[in-house]
Each structure stands twice: as C-alpha cells, then as structure tokens.
C-alpha cells in the first residue's frame, strides 16, 4: 500500500531543504535570534517557499507561548466595550498574537466558566473586566494565575492586580456641577446595576455634589429598560417636588430617559435638562442634542493590553501605577441648557 503523503511539510523537512538543523529553523521561527543573517533569509526563503506553518499544537505541549490572549466583558453589543475590545486586539496583533473574546453579560457565574474555558486553552495572558469587583471567587483564582492578568473598567478589589479605569468619580462630580451651576436644584440620578464599580463610583461622585451644594440626593436605581424608565420618569414627574434635571449614569439609561421624555412632550432643556454618563453615536445628532460626559475608550483598551504585554515580556511588571485611571472630558451640547458651538 502506497504511503500516503503528508500535506503538510514539517520542521525537518524545511531543515533539510535549508541545510540546516531544526534548531535553527526554530530559531528563525521565533524571530531569528543568533541566526546569521544569510543563514536567516535562506531558511525563511525555503519557509515560504514550503508554505512551512508551525505546528503550534506541539509547540504548546512543549510549554512554548500559544500567542493568543483572553478578553472578558459584559458584551460585545456594548458599543463601550466593542470598541475597547478593538482597540486591545490592535495591541495584541503588534505582539503577533490572537484576541479571544468572552462574554460574561455581568453574570459572575458565566464569567468563572469562561475564565476557566480560557486558562484551559493555555492563553498568554487574561484582560477582564469584572462583573462584579468585590468578588472573592475571582480574586481567588486569579491570584494564583502564573499568567499575567490586567481588569479594565473596572478594578479587581482587594489584589495586586494592575488595572485601567476612567476616573468615574471625577466625571459624575464634573457632570453634576455642571447642572448645578445651570441653576437646577434637584438633580435626579438614574441608573441601575449599583453592584457595578463604575456605577457606585458615578453614584459617589453625584452625591458628592449635590450635598456639597446643599441640594437634596435623588436616587432612582430601578431603571432598567424603556419600561422601567417610562415607570420611574412618570411616578418622579407626577410627584409634589419633580426634578428639574436628570443625569442618567450609563448609556441605555440617557436613551430610554430621552426617549421617554420625547413620549411625553417634555421640552429638553426648557421643562427638564438631560445630561448623561457616556457618549454614543447618536447623542450629536438628536435634537436637541445630548451633553455627556465623555469617556477616552479606545484609550482604555489599548492601555490594559499594552501592560498586559509589557508584564508578559518584563516578568509580571510593567513600570506603570497599580491603577491607572484616566480623566473624562464634559461634552456640552443643548440638553444640559447649554449652546453647543457651531461647526
């Protein structure tokens, strides 16, 4: 019976046909190290020639790099986090590696089974952004990781982890002082999700002002949806001391509320001023256009995967801060009372 021919040619082989051995050939593999440079681009001449593609299954048992790096984040369908994830996968291309995206939907059950689905898969390295920071299982088991791990958006409390954060604090603070200097006396804050980091840090930053100010703290955590929202909006507007302002603390939240508004006729900032926690697509162009605060996302991104590499290749320490947090910037448009200036 006829041997059948393996389609695939192997490092040998390209040795072979190079005149070389297989450790040189590994060599250039692998970036062509104490390779003579003759030597270097026969060896990648025949490599390209074999169409030779490392066996990277082998090269994995051997203990060697897997050249893929794991993400986690609540979805893919949050424009906030899409667009930090492309910002990482950038990064990790730079490094010749592969992004793996996971998502957790905040569930912190789901976030365990894919952080366990990946340190199976052998990544190089773990960017997650924790469904919930407090979480003692996840400290747990990601400070007995020997691979390096970084959290985005959202730290990893009471670890060593290193993580990337907007300074939510100072953009809630920022946001609500801006109101308050409109003239609005009661401010009402919507969100949900208060187990969130980003959230409590909106929320301290919100209240910080308001008392600062002498103004009352009005707090709405149940919205949810468009439900939710209309239901919030409606009881709060039919009650004896309605809001004259609202800051939403997330996107969906400033969507629904603004939508809800629109339902009910409400001029925007002539009845009740808007101002929201993120920036979105569409805010500029809905009339009347929408002031948020405005966080540096793609910064976000690209900064967790770059400490993430750096403690790859510098031995877990990357020479930045524990935490860095970066600032958000106050876009004024016309929701908040403001004029937004002319293009």
């Not at 006829?2 to 070389?20: F, I, Q, W, Y």
């Not at 508004?261 to 926690?277: C, D, F, M, R, V």
């Not at 403690?311 to 876009?331: C, F, H, V, Y």
């Amino acid at each position: 019976m006829r041997k059948k021919k393996n389609a695939h040619p192997t490092l040998s082989e390209v040795a072979k046909r190079a005149g070389v051995g297989t450790t040189t050939v590994s060599r250039v593999i692998n970036g062509g190290h104490l390779v003579e440079p003759a030597t270097l681009a026969r060896v990648r001449s025949v490599i390209e020639a074999m169409n030779y593609v490392p066996n990277q299954a082998a090269r994995i048992l051997k203990g060697d790099r897997t050249k893929t790096i794991g993400l986690i984040i609540p979805s893919i369908a949050d424009p906030f986090f899409s667009s930090c994830a492309d910002a990482a996968q950038a990064i990790a291309r730079a490094h010749d590696s592969l992004l793996i995206v996971t998502t957790s939907r905040n569930e912190p059950h789901t976030e365990i089974e894919n952080l366990n689905i990946l340190i199976r898969h052998r990544v190089d390295g773990l960017i997650i952004a924790p469904a919930y920071s407090q979480s003692p299982a996840l400290r747990n088991i990601l400070t007995r990781l020997t691979l390096p791990v970084v959290a985005i958006d959202r730290p990893i409390e009471g670890s060593s982890i290193p993580s990337v954060v907007s300074n939510n604090f100072a953009g809630a603070h920022l946001a609500t002082r801006h109101l308050i200097e409109h003239g609005y006396k009661r401010i009402l804050c919507l969100t949900a999700e208060t187990t969130l980091y980003t959230i409590r840090e909106r929320i301290r930053g919100y209240r910080k002002a308001v008392e600062a100010a002498g103004l009352p703290f009005i707090l709405d955590t149940s919205v949810k949806d468009y439900k939710s929202a209309e239901y919030a909006l409606e009881s709060t507007l039919a009650g004896a001391d309605p809001p004259d302002a609202i800051f939403t603390l997330k996107n969906s939240t400033t969507i629904h509320a603004f939508e809800v508004l629109q339902k009910l006729n409400i001029p925007i900032p002539g009845s009740l001023a808007l101002l929201g926690y993120d920036d979105f697509e569409l805010a500029a162009t809905v009339r009347p256009s929408i002031s948020v605060i405005q966080q540096p996302i793609e910064e976000l991104g690209r900064i967790a995967a770059e400490v993430l590499f750096e403690r790859a290749l510098n031995g877990s320490k990357s020479g930045r801060p524990q935490q860095i947090r970066l600032e958000t910037r106050l876009i004024r448009r016309s929701s908040c009372g403001c004029s937004p200036p002319v293009a």
